[in-house]
Every structure is written in structure tokens, then in C-alpha cells.
């Protein structure tokens, strides 16, 4: 089962990464200290397939490549926020990493519940709570960019 990691508003990318672990591009490195300066247990303790929940403007900052690559470093299924900062989104989408704007699920949703995603059809299912929310679903490329792990795989595969 997975479980939720849920913080506030404005998560920046320095509390995602700190800048004192930018010397390295090595994703299991970076994933070793992911979220360490908001929550020690993070790192140690996050699974693959567990979800971060947060508020607004998350991965916000610098505009640090490192902060998405430390989450996906992480296995974490998807983030959930209520709005992404502009960069941080689109690094994450570059990378392949799945995010998700819902404005509903942060204030709902607690750390044990069961939750899953449907990217193609825009839903967020709380098991637990048998609740569904929704979101606008990505256009067809962007979903077969993430589905090829990020930029790089996806333009390799269109090569080919």
C-alpha cells in the first residue's frame, strides 16, 4: 500500500534538493537526500509507488533540473498539487515524472489513505475514502512522453 507525503505551500526546489548536493547528477545520490531539509524522514522512508500531496506553487525556487530528478530518483508514483511553479512543471514533464494539478485533494486526503491514479482519463481515486477528483487529463504526446521515461527517451524512440 502506498502512502502519502503531505506538505504545504511553496515547496521550493532547495528544500526538494538542497544546494549543497548539486555537485552530483547521479539520481540515486540525489535521491539519498530528497526532501531532507523539510522532512528527515523522507529519503529513508518513502517507497516506490507513494505519492507527495502538496499546496500550491510547489517546486518553486531555483529553477534546478536536480529537484525532479531527486523525486523520480525516489519512485514516487506521481505529485499532487494544487499549482506547480512554471519550470518545476516542465522540468518534470522533461524527465518524465508525473505530476498532477488538483486543488481538493491536499485539503482530503490523509497519510494511509489508498490512492490511485488514471492519467489517461483525469481521475485520482481515494480508496480509502471512496472519493474520486479530477484533472485535466495530458494531451496524448505529453502521456507518451512520460510513458517513455522523459525527453530524452521519447526523442530516441521517435529516432528509431
Excluded at 518513502?46 to 519512485?75: Q, T, Y
Excluded at 481538493?104 to 485520482?124: R, T, Y
Amino acid at each position: 500500500m502506498n502512502k502519502n507525503w503531505i506538505y504545504g505551500d511553496n515547496v521550493d526546489t532547495d528544500v526538494i534538493i538542497p544546494a549543497r548536493y548539486l555537485n552530483t547528477q547521479n539520481p540515486k545520490e540525489l535521491a539519498l537526500h530528497c526532501m531532507e531539509d523539510i522532512d528527515k524522514t523522507f529519503s529513508s522512508s518513502v517507497k516506490e509507488g507513494d505519492f507527495i500531496i502538496a499546496g500550491n506553487n510547489f517546486g518553486c525556487g531555483s529553477s534546478r533540473e536536480h529537484a525532479p530528478l531527486a523525486i523520480k530518483s525516489c519512485a514516487v508514483k506521481a505529485v499532487i498539487a494544487k499549482t506547480f511553479a512554471r519550470i518545476f512543471y516542465r522540468n518534470a514533464i522533461n524527465i518524465g515524472l508525473v505530476i498532477i494539478e488538483n486543488d481538493e485533494i491536499q485539503n482530503d486526503v490523509d497519510e494511509n489513505d489508498e490512492i490511485s491514479i488514471d492519467l489517461s482519463c483525469g481521475k485520482i481515486y481515494n480508496k480509502t475514502k471512496k472519493k474520486e477528483y479530477f484533472f485535466k487529463p495530458y494531451p496524448s504526446e505529453i502521456q507518451k512522453l512520460i510513458e517513455a521515461g522523459g525527453l530524452v527517451e521519447y526523442t530516441k524512440q521517435k529516432r528509431n
